[in-house]
């Protein structure tokens, strides 16, 4: 490959990754996605191209919606709810407000209801800006096929989306107010920081306990928190970082991480709570990811 072709991929992999993660909740499948995409780029007479940056996003697109009826496929077996894997992410996706909604864990979880074409749509059009012509060159549709894929994933999205984008101050407010709550095991203060109808997904894929089935109400979600603190049987502790574009909460037993808590938070309360404690999603909480639009 030559250089200038090189130079082309690196120039794009964050954004490339992003599409990919975006569309998949898989950074494992993404990065899967983006070798592939290398060796395709490989072979592609660089005169034909006019545009790199459409030309690789049409191929990790088309790669992406291959791998994504793998991922169904091991979605049917999956053992309980089923999250997207949780990333550590830069300062600077947290500063682009659009970034960072489209990749934190409520919206993602959103994406997870769409058809794979339809999440394929919403992706491009919402989260990148790509115009109607350059979504149905990727996808082999009309433009008008794509205008009316694109205001049906929008309407789905739009009645099941956060009501509220919350600032990232707002956001660390409440993750302080629950950070201190867990570690004291303070069942009244977590009450007084979750809203009424709040809703905990967990996802433990069969590798550590977790509830099978969302949660639903404070009390409900308190009494699980709690007892779930009580049967560590060691030290819990917790630390804040970002994790998808927004403020969350990495839960330790003895010093080892159990889990990563990020949180949907709406009017100063939080609405939302997914727990990820499944260990082979915990692979990216480490280290910071860069994503990029």
């Known amino acids: ?16 990754f992003t599409v990919a993660y975006e569309m998949l ?11 592939e995409a290398w060796l395709r780029w490989s072979g592609v007479d660089r005169d034909e191209v006019r545009d790199e940056r459409a030309y690789l996003v049409r191929i990790v697109t ?41 990749v934190s864990m409520a919206l993602m979880v959103v994406l997870e209801t ?72 303070d069942f009244q203060a977590l009450l007084d920081v ?23 109400g404070a009390d409900r979600v308190v009494r699980l928190l709690t007892g779930g603190m009580a049967k560590h049987g060691g030290v819990l502790t917790s630390a804040p970082a970002d994790l998808n574009g927004t403020p969350a909460l990495l839960l330790s037993v003895d010093g080892e991480v159990d889990g990563a808590l990020a949180l949907r938070v709406e009017d100063g309360l939080v609405t939302g709570l997914y727990y990820v404690r499944n260990p082979e999603k915990l692979s990216r909480i480490a280290t910071e990811t860069a994503l990029s639009r």
């Open 1 to 16: 490959m030559s250089t200038a072709a090189t130079e082309a991929f690196v120039r794009h992999r964050n954004l490339l």
């Open 62 to 102: 088309r790669l992406s919606l291959d791998q994504i009826r793998t991922l169904s496929r091991r979605k049917e077996t999956y053992v309980g709810e089923w999250l997207p894997e949780p990333l550590r992410t830069t300062p600077d996706v947290a500063e682009d407000v659009e970034l960072a909604e489209s």
């Open 194 to 216: 979750l809203a009424p109808d709040v809703v905990m997904i967990a996802d433990g894929g069969g590798r550590k306990q977790a509830a099978v089935r969302p949660i639903v």
């Open 25 to 35: 909740g898989s950074a494992a499948d993404a990065e899967d996605v983006l070798q």
């Open 114 to 185: 769409l058809a794979p074409t339809e999440r394929a749509v919403f992706v491009l059009r919402e989260a990148f800006g790509f115009d109607y012509a350059e979504i149905a060159e990727s996808l082999d549709k009309s433009p008008a096929a794509i205008r009316q894929i694109a205001h049906r994933a929008r309407a789905h999205v739009e009645a099941r989306r956060p009501r509220q984008t919350v600032s990232t101050r707002e956001a660390r407010v409440a993750v302080a107010a629950m950070q201190r709550a867990i570690e004291a095991g």
